[in-house]
């Protein structure tokens, strides 16, 4: 049976702006099982990095969780003192950011970084934490690894940095591992063997992995299962299959035939999704994707709720309503996204 390792239920997270509250995060409910790979994929500004950082507690002011519930081996964790997430944070629970030359402390050795976490949270001596720093980075594919670690962040290049910050993320051997565009500004080398990097962690049944991209070509070849965020929303979730082969709702088929296409070796016109993202300053009461949906209709102005396509397989679509019943809590009740809260 499978074991479930991360819960979210109806996060909203919110930034106080001059103009008005931000509402990043509308509602987003969705699961993590122990060992799995799911991607989270969507538009900038969709609300991907900011549901990951409410995962990690890192959301700051004038950010702020102001509904919903995080749960992670059936803990609460939003209420959690910061003495308590130092010790979850980077051990159980670690995060690779998009931009690692950001991530690493510029003045410091590779090594002394690395090992500072490894001794934090396993309890090595200097010597042991070090030798498994340089195994860690030879594990991620740095060459020389014995040198590398006595190298500052800036002898780097981008890609290796990548690995660095993944090297550190797994030094711990964490349940779950969130990762944040880890292949943006890449070259397609380096790309392909951080992939690679991650389709080995797909085979490791201790680490689940939750991948954070715009890239769908990433998801289909390293995810189990997928969530579609639009508008600080859930638009559609499934395995692979179902949102390549089987998708439901207009904005995922919408990402799906924006994405170039390589057989056939002709020239292809794509198809851009066009308009704008929602205000998120004042988002639409009904669909979000309404003003941009070719096939929007008068009562998308309200919110549909959630409807049970298939086995793990969900839309927020008024076009599914015929077909598929809506998706119900436990208490029985049918999850309309915000209205419950």
């Not at 309503?321 to 436990?330: G, I, L, T």
Request: proline share 7%; glycine share 8%; hydrophobic share 40%.
């Amino acid at each position: 049976m499978t074991e479930r390792l991360l819960s979210v239920d109806g996060l909203r997270v919110s930034f106080r702006t001059r103009d008005g509250d931000n509402q990043a995060v509308r509602g987003v409910s969705f699961h993590i099982d122990a060992g799995e790979t799911v991607g989270i994929v969507g538009e900038s500004g969709s609300g991907k990095s900011v549901t990951a950082k409410a995962i990690m507690s890192l959301i700051q002011p004038p950010g702020e969780i102001i509904a919903g519930s995080i749960e992670f081996r059936g803990e609460r964790l939003n209420d959690l003192p910061e003495k308590t997430w130092r010790k979850l944070r980077g051990n159980r629970i670690s995060m690779v950011f998009q931009d690692p030359m950001t991530s690493l402390n510029p003045v410091k050795r590779i090594g002394d970084q690395m090992t500072e976490v490894i001794r934090r949270h396993r309890g090595l001596k200097a010597d042991e934490a070090l030798a498994e720093a340089i195994r860690l980075l030879r594990e991620v594919g740095i060459a020389d690894p014995e040198r590398r670690v006595r190298q500052y962040p800036h002898e780097f290049s981008g890609g290796m940095r990548q690995r660095v910050m993944i090297a550190m993320a797994l030094s711990c051997s964490p349940e779950l591992l969130i990762a944040d565009e880890p292949t943006t500004a890449l070259d397609v080398t380096i790309q392909a063997q951080i992939l690679e990097l991650f389709k080995q962690l797909k085979a490791n049944p201790d680490t689940a992995v939750a991948l954070i991209t715009h890239d769908l070509g990433v998801v289909a070849q390293v995810c189990t299962r997928v969530i579609v965020m639009y508008g600080g929303m859930i638009m559609e979730e499934g395995t692979v299959e179902d949102i390549f082969y089987r998708a439901q709702h207009p904005y995922t088929l919408g990402l799906l035939r924006s994405v170039p296409k390589r057989a056939g070796g002709g020239r292809e016109r794509l198809i851009a999704i066009e308009g704008t993202p929602p205000d998120l300053l004042d988002p639409p009461p009904g669909c979000p994707f309404m003003e941009r949906c070719p096939h929007a209709m008068a009562k998308c102005a309200e919110l549909p709720p959630m409807f049970h396509i298939g086995p793990g397989h969900r839309s927020l679509c008024w076009l599914a309503e015929d077909d598929h019943p809506p998706e119900k809590s436990a208490s029985g009740d049918v999850r309309h996204k915000e209205a419950t809260l």
